[in-house]
């Protein structure tokens, strides 16, 4: 599985910004596509997760209610809309793809495959 991730840049703190996660057709089925984020001298972070088949998305801490994780078939592409960012979302932004069980989507090991990252820098 080959994943394209795009879509980040620099915005102001309270911006908006919709990082794309596309495969070739049929490329997610059976997965779950997984976002992480990994900042300067941080550990890699769990941001949202969600299965291609269906059920609800995850997401981690620090993002709920600010960000959302969606599908579009058609397209094979995941994508992450994330709203009212702030300076600490300023980060390497990865897609990643892989079968974990519930209590491991946060987990980068559960992810078999990823993208290259795009970066986010949330700065005024």
């Known amino acids: 599985v080959q994943l394209q991730a795009s879509g980040g840049g620099l915005v102001q703190p309270g911006g908006s910004l919709r990082l794309s996660c596309a495969a070739s057709?049929?490329?997610?089925?059976?997965?779950?596509i997984g976002w992480f984020r990994q900042a300067p001298g941080k550990e890699r972070e769990f941001v949202a997760a969600v299965r291609w088949s269906g059920g609800n998305p995850s997401y981690g801490d620090s993002v709920k209610d600010r960000f959302t994780i969606a599908k579009d078939r058609p397209k094979s592409t995941v994508y992450l809309q994330m709203n009212s960012l702030k300076p600490e979302d300023t980060a390497v932004y990865f897609c990643?793809?892989?079968?974990?069980?519930?209590?491991?989507?946060?987990?980068?090991?559960?992810?078999?495959?990823w993208g290259q990252g795009t970066q986010v820098t949330v700065s005024s």
């Open positions: 990643a793809a892989g079968r974990p069980i519930m209590s491991t989507y946060h987990l980068p090991a559960s992810y078999y495959y």
């Open positions: 057709e049929g490329a997610f089925s059976g997965y779950a």
